[in-house]
């Protein structure tokens, strides 16, 4: 099997073992287990802090001790372990604990697989800007595919999502060990100072202004890239509890639905060369931001029914509100920073954005939702007039029987909660267009061309 298959087979299953219970763990939490939602962000939070350090510790050991493709081999397996273990759980606060743990082992193999797949196409002296995308590309095909087979099996709210995933990071946690040898390359010399050799001398960019505000932008707009990934799918899931949409088929096919996102985002890329000659990086970030608002008000306004295509849509624009911003972002990091301190830049940015801004983010949604978007029923006419039907409706009272609950001349025994997704959704819209007009305002950048074309030198 030639190099690239092989690199394929990698980035498929990267991808995959995240996306079987990435987009549906919602409905486990929400669904299955009936925990609440403050505590839910920081499952989504385990990522950011994960990310904050476990690629950099990761890093170096790849760099000194242990081949790069043995470690993201073990990581894989350590990773499956836990996985493993998840649905033993109990209690919410320890199911964050454990999926931290989880997080530890699986974020540093993202960019080791990065690693092992520019030094096999090195080695094979295949060219790594033109072979590299398609091989990646792969990797959220891996993730669309997982999404489908959770969710065509009907395993979208049990436990079996970690089964599926562990299993396959096992096989491919195993396969690692298959791929050439990528051997520490010792760039960090033995005197390099701590702080150099964690990359924190990037930290001396926030004393540029420009960078500085740079980076903060990337911190706030961080905060709103996980919400639909944490969200999403529990959202249209959650359709099923109006008996006007209860048999439609977003209600049963929600993931499904939710792919459209990450399809879209493999087409999106293709047209970023375009936009950025076209426009200039700061004006496709400030496209990005209003994709976002795009995304959010599409889905506080979609139903089912004649409101697919705001769904449909919302999934759509997705590809250009993650893709741009992110691919643009970099792009900015790359054109402003000299060799010195490139890499460190870059690890900066995606610690701002995937780091700090995802833990922030996640936090802020969990509480805001709980304590602001969450409505309280006592009576059979109340959640009847919310949920746009009739006190007598059999499909209500059967969702009133599934909460374990009963009712007594109209008023339930203990009070049903709901969320009120219109108004999460409009509330992360306005979040995201204050951070654009912010954005437009403050951040000063005039488009130059030829930065685009020195990125090919």
Known sequence: MGIKNRLIIMSFLQFFVWGAWLITIANYWFGTKNWEGTQFGLVFGTMGI?????????????????????????????????LFYIPEVTTPSSFIYVMLLAMCFYMPTIA???????????????????NFPPIRVFGTIGFIVAMWIVNLSGNKATAYQFYIAGISAIVLGIYSFTLPECKPQRLIKENTSLIDTLGLGS??????????????????LGGALQLTNAYGDVFLDEFKHFPIYADSFVVKYSTIIMSISQISETLFILAIPFFLKRFGIKQVMLISML??????????????????WMIILSCIVYGMAFDFFNISGSLFVETHTDATNRSSAQGLFMMMTNGVGAILGSFTSGWAIDRFFTKSFNSTADLASFLHTDVANSKMLEFVKSQGNSVTDGV??????MKDWHQIWLAFAIYSLIIAIAFAILFKHEHNPNEVESLNH
């Open 203 to 220: 930290f001396k960019l926030f004393a540029n202004y420009k960078m500085a505000l740079f980076f903060i932008f990337s911190m706030f």
């Open 291 to 308: 994709a976002w608002v795009l995304r959010f008000g599409l889905f506080s306004f979609g139903n089912p029914t004649d409101g697919l």
């Open 112 to 130: 080791l697989s990065n690693s092992i797949s520019y030094n096999a196409l090195k080695i094979n002296n295949k060219d790594v800007v033109k």
């Open 412 to 417: 339930f025994h203990h009070v049903i909660m």
């Open 50 to 82: 994960a990310s904050l350090f476990m690629p950099t510790i990761a890093g170096i050991i790849a760099d000194r001790w242990i081949n790069a493709e043995k470690l993201y081999g073990g990581l894989q397996i350590l990773y499956a372990t836990v």
